[in-house]
């Protein structure tokens, strides 16, 4: 005998958030009704897979397919229709109107509850000129950008320098395209701050990449685009990778309150100003943690883990939604950048207070074959120690530091506790002392003055109110490269060298900052006026070369 038929839920969108409800949902309550209308042909498929797609890394399309209509009726009674567009939605009545887009049918269906999940859209409209031009969101752009360059050499332009489009131009330059990558910002991956998107830039351009900064696209011509810098770029394809905005129209047409960033106002059950509809997923505001604040964060955890939220709040469930943070990695030409929390772009914006420490540790022992070295960026409030952000740049190791950070962000853990966390250790994993351990030495150091410091982008300010430039590197690696006006006294000679240094304030630097520490902390018990470089060389090369903006400027 069947179970009793319960609520009927309509879910308007599939993929990340409208699946995990429908899924969850489903597992919680056998007798539930539920519909859900997918737009594209598509309900269920990998979107972050899509970039590999177009590489060949991901060989199949149909390995893109997590599930199909058929396949969710047999396993958990689903029943989802795809090619159905909701075009409206009546609240006061709770049905939906849907247009088959197969044969052109309108018809209402009736809810209990109503979940959206329709996502975003590109940020860019279809170009009035002659190359054709897709975003990369859906299975169906995948195969038609991957037909496009299915021969070599075609002339692409990438606009957009995030996560989605330092993807896609890995993936085109591994299909030989002649890549053109267009961003409106002075550096790549704008989530980052410069000196630490600087590694990032040098890979993209090793790969014959043609980096186009400071830019827009202000035209589309028949076989070529316009630059605002006047600039013309030859083109036979454009992968729109420029961002997203909200999908808010549904929402907005039946009165539903939008937020003050532009997505559907949830409440910390998903709930939106209508208590018999709710919301997740990338067209929704997010409750911020570090700021307190609402945010656009269009991240697929975060929409798998609404949708399950909002499945067990309809089944009756007590769950809130967690503050986001907004934790991110992306790996180009091997090299992968992560961040969680807040920039130090983003603070000074803010006009938060904060202290800086950055740390150029190995990815694992350095005795052992293979080591990498890794750039860390951390920020903490420098009155209660609270982790307010951090940045990882290398080739082995930066997802597994991030999450870390991440997780003790959430955890409410403080930067300096960071040096007493126990992390597994093996000497082709880590360190005895992991790169988080020594952030966190850092950060104490810092957070304390035991190790007074000036970033990369105070060093100029320093030298013109009379400060010397100390470098305390070997020989060698002064002549390889140094800094105008610093003078050379080698770590291992400072103590016999003390009364040849300049009277007045001093700036030590190292290669990466560990020799600069054990300078400053010597020439401070000898009675000198002292800082140490964060970072050492390395930092400030990366940062004096990358802050095309002038964001840092002192």
Known sequence: MSAERGLKVVIVGGVAGGMSTAARLRRLDETADIVVFERGPEVSYANCGLPYFVGGVIADREALLLQTPESLHRRFRLDVRVGHEVTRIDTDRRVVEVLDLANGATIEEGYDLLVLAAGARPRRDEPAGGVPMRSLRTVEDAVAIEAAVSRAGVRVVVVGGGYTGLE???????????????????????????????PVMEAVRSRGVDVRLGVEVIAVHDDAVELSDGSVVEAEFIVDASGVVPETRLAADAGLLLGETGGISVDENCRTSDPHVFAVGDGVEKAELIGGGAALIT????????????????AGR?????????????????????????SEKQLRAEGRDFYVVHVHPGSHAGYYPGAETLSIKLLADPASDRILGAQVVGRDGVDKRIDVISTAVHAGLVASELAHLELAYAPQFGSAKDAVNILGYVAENTRTGTTPSVQWHELAAAREEGASLIDVRTPAEFAAGAMPGAINVPLDELRERLGELPAGPLVVHCQVGLRGHIATRMLLQHGRDVRNLDGGYRTWSDGVRSDRSGAFAS
């Open 318 to 342: 007590e769950e809130s939604a967690r503050p986001a943070i907004g934790t991110g990695i992306v790996q180009v030409f091997g090299l992968a950048a992560a961040k969680t929390g807040r």
């Open 168 to 198: 896609a131009v890995e993936n085109l330059v591994a299909r030989e395209a002649k890549v053109t990558l267009v961003q409106r910002g002075g550096q790549l991956l704008a989530p980052l701050d410069p000196e630490m998107a600087a």
């Open 299 to 314: 991240m697929a955890g975060l929409a798998n883990r609404h949708g399950r939220l909002v499945a067990d709040v309809i």
